[in-house]
């Protein structure tokens, strides 16, 4: 049974006794929505000086009556009110069943809401830094004529002069499909890789700041109680799927450098439970013992023995074994994306290293009879301009650009050979299908069997992007 909560926090900690708590210093109400196997999400909210609003994580509740109820309760038109003290201190609680509350009773974060349909597993790759859309998968022909020519500050927080940058890369028709990708992919770019892709080119976000986008990424969400992508999927997949996955562990991140942007925040299980914590693994604790098991013409498929791909490789191939054995997230981070300068050398860097592996992950998921069951996700925090203000670099590079950011699907139900959305003819801002970070969330969360999202879901379910 679900049960509707209303608990009261006091943050500051400075409730005055006697007083009314709807006015005392930063209360915050917050009407929850708990379930039985103990997954917990804010539903609504009220506070009486502070809109940033957090989520308790509540304990389970029964069936008592309140015994004195704040005059504001009867708003709620609340019957049957529990009586159970829970939470100590600044913070009192209420509840009643869900039943009578038909407007939430099918909020579907409960695990038994979750229904199997495409994908039981999500590898997530963050292209860490804002790779380029305009140099990677959204070509922009017209900027050849606006090379070098001074551009409005439209795309950027800063209002110095600017000039436009034409993509140093060429781009090529791949697979049947004719999908556009740059000429350096050459193993995505191959027929029976490029034909399982689905490019998003409609995607949008809220910062231009690495840390602060890293955050919305993750979590759609800068709160610090606001659980990550990863972790709210191993918390009703855990549930879902039993003790196993719980020992194997649901939820990893696997990073290449000491401290990815946003730190561990990034993967916060906030107050899920503590199965749902993320388990980080550096890539440089990935060693030779990991891939024992694997064929050597496995190995070389991801470009494991060669400097150039190696550390990506084997965070690849790390993901898929443990997707294999059922851990239901993997996060992959890639970093140094972040081309201020130098485009052309970096980012033709950045794609030799993961090409090769991405490729073969995406093929060795299908010849294993795992990409259907599986979401491959590749994107960044952002985009990057179709313009710079770093006139006086030898190697002119892109500026950072929220209006405007592809993201890579394969697997899992969504569009193979497709290319949804698109961006104007400079690549500044998404301007077709446009949608959100919370929309690519609530896209993945759908096709991993979520297929009621709650009024607590900020985003909505890209239709165009799935089959």
């Not at 140094?336 to 860097?349: P, Y």
């Given at each position: 049974?679900?049960?509707?909560a209303v608990?009261?926090i006091?943050f500051?900690?400075?409730?005055?006794?006697?007083?009314?708590?709807?006015?005392?210093s930063?209360i915050?109400?917050c009407f929850?929505?708990?379930?039985?196997?103990q997954?917990?999400?804010?539903?609504?909210s009220?506070?009486?000086?502070?809109?940033?609003?957090?989520i308790a994580r509540?304990?389970?509740i029964?069936?008592?009556?309140?015994?004195?109820p704040?005059?504001?309760?009867?708003?709620?038109?609340?019957?049957?009110?529990?009586?159970?003290?829970?939470l100590?201190?600044?913070?009192?609680?209420?509840?009643v069943?869900?039943?009578?509350l038909?407007?939430?009773?099918?909020s579907?974060?409960s695990a038994?809401?979750?229904?199997?349909?495409?994908a039981?597993?999500?590898i997530?790759?963050?292209?860490?830094?804002?790779?380029?859309?305009?140099?990677t998968?959204?070509?922009?022909?017209?900027?050849?004529k606006?090379?070098?020519?001074?551009?409005?500050?439209?795309?950027?927080?800063?209002r110095?002069?600017?000039?436009?940058?034409?993509?140093?890369?060429?781009?090529?028709?791949?697979?049947?499909?004719?999908?556009?990708?740059?000429?350096?992919f050459?193993?995505?770019?191959?027929?029976?890789?490029?034909?399982?892709?689905?490019?998003?080119?409609?995607c949008?976000?809220?910062?231009l700041?690495?840390?602060?986008?890293?955050?919305?990424?993750?979590k759609?969400?800068?709160?610090p109680?606001?659980?990550?992508?990863?972790?709210?999927?191993?918390?009703a997949?855990?549930?879902?799927?039993?003790?196993?996955?719980?020992?194997?562990?649901?939820?990893?991140?696997?990073?290449?450098?000491?401290?990815p942007l946003?730190?561990?925040?990034?993967?916060?299980?906030?107050?899920?439970?503590?199965?749902?914590?993320?388990?980080?693994?550096?890539?440089?604790?990935?060693?030779?013992?990991?891939?024992?098991?694997?064929s050597?013409?496995t190995?070389?498929?991801?470009?494991i023995?060669h400097?150039?791909?190696?550390?990506?490789?084997?965070?690849?191939?790390?993901?898929?074994?443990?997707?294999?054995?059922?851990?239901?997230?993997v996060?992959?981070?890639?970093?140094?994306?972040?081309?201020h300068?130098?485009?052309l050398?970096n980012?033709?860097?950045?794609?030799?290293?993961v090409?090769?592996?991405?490729?073969?992950?995406?093929?060795?998921?299908?010849?294993r009879g795992?990409?259907?069951?599986?979401?491959?996700?590749?994107?960044?925090?952002?985009?990057?301009?179709?313009?710079?203000?770093r006139?006086?670099?030898?190697h002119?590079?892109r500026?950072?650009?929220?209006?405007?950011?592809?993201?890579?699907?394969?697997?899992?139900?969504?569009?193979?050979?497709?290319?949804?959305?698109?961006?104007?003819?400079?690549?500044?801002?998404?301007?077709d299908?446009?949608?959100?970070i919370a929309?690519?969330?609530?896209?993945?969360?759908h096709?991993?069997?979520?297929?009621?999202l709650?009024?607590?879901?900020?985003?909505?379910?890209?239709?165009?992007?799935?089959?």
């Amino acid at each position: 049974m679900l049960s509707l909560a209303v608990l009261v926090i006091d943050f500051s900690n400075k409730i005055r006794r006697g007083s009314d708590p709807l006015e005392a210093s930063r209360i915050h109400w917050c009407f929850i929505l708990a379930g039985e196997d103990q997954t917990y999400f804010r539903i609504g909210s009220y506070c009486s000086r502070n809109d940033n609003l957090g989520i308790a994580r509540l304990m389970q509740i029964s069936d008592v009556r309140i015994e004195s109820p704040h005059p504001r309760f009867n708003e709620l038109r609340m019957n049957h009110l529990p009586r159970r003290t829970f939470l100590s201190g600044s913070a009192a609680s209420v509840a009643v069943p869900a039943s009578s509350l038909p407007t939430f009773a099918s909020s579907g974060h409960s695990a038994k809401h979750w229904e199997p349909t495409h994908a039981k597993a999500v590898i997530f790759v963050v292209l860490e830094g804002g790779p380029s859309h305009i140099d990677t998968f959204d070509p922009k022909p017209e900027l050849l004529k606006w090379h070098r020519r001074t551009s409005s500050p439209s795309v950027s927080e800063r209002r110095s002069e600017r000039v436009f940058v034409a993509s140093p890369f060429r781009f090529r028709k791949a697979g049947k499909s004719g999908i556009d990708l740059c000429e350096k992919f050459i193993h995505l770019g191959a027929d029976p890789v490029a034909d399982q892709i689905c490019v998003y080119r409609g995607c949008q976000t809220t910062s231009l700041s690495h840390s602060v986008a890293s955050l919305i990424l993750n979590k759609t969400s800068t709160s610090p109680v606001a659980p990550s992508l990863g972790a709210r999927i191993a918390n009703a997949k855990s549930a879902a799927f039993g003790t196993e996955v719980r020992a194997q562990g649901a939820f990893y991140v696997l990073t290449d450098s000491p401290v990815p942007l946003g730190g561990s925040t990034n993967w916060s299980h906030a107050l899920l439970p503590n199965h749902c914590q993320a388990i980080i693994t550096p890539a440089h604790t990935l060693s030779a013992s990991r891939f024992c098991d694997e064929s050597q013409r496995t190995l070389t498929s991801y470009g494991i023995e060669h400097t150039a791909t190696s550390v990506f490789a084997k965070q690849c191939l790390r993901a898929r074994q443990l997707v294999e054995k059922g851990t239901k997230f993997v996060q992959i981070h890639s970093s140094g994306w972040d081309s201020h300068e130098c485009l052309l050398q970096n980012h033709a860097s950045r794609i030799q290293s993961v090409d090769q592996p991405l490729a073969a992950l995406i093929i060795d998921l299908k010849q294993r009879g795992m990409l259907s069951e599986t979401v491959v996700v590749c994107l960044g925090e952002f985009g990057r301009s179709p313009d710079t203000d770093r006139l006086s670099a030898a190697h002119l590079g892109r500026e950072h650009n929220a209006n405007a950011m592809s993201i890579l699907f394969a697997g899992g139900g969504f569009r193979a050979g497709a290319t949804v959305g698109a961006t104007d003819e400079l690549g500044g801002s998404a301007v077709d299908c446009v949608g959100s970070i919370a929309d690519v969330h609530a896209t993945i969360l759908h096709q991993m069997g979520n297929q009621n999202l709650s009024a607590n879901d900020a985003g909505s379910i890209i239709r165009e992007l799935v089959v």
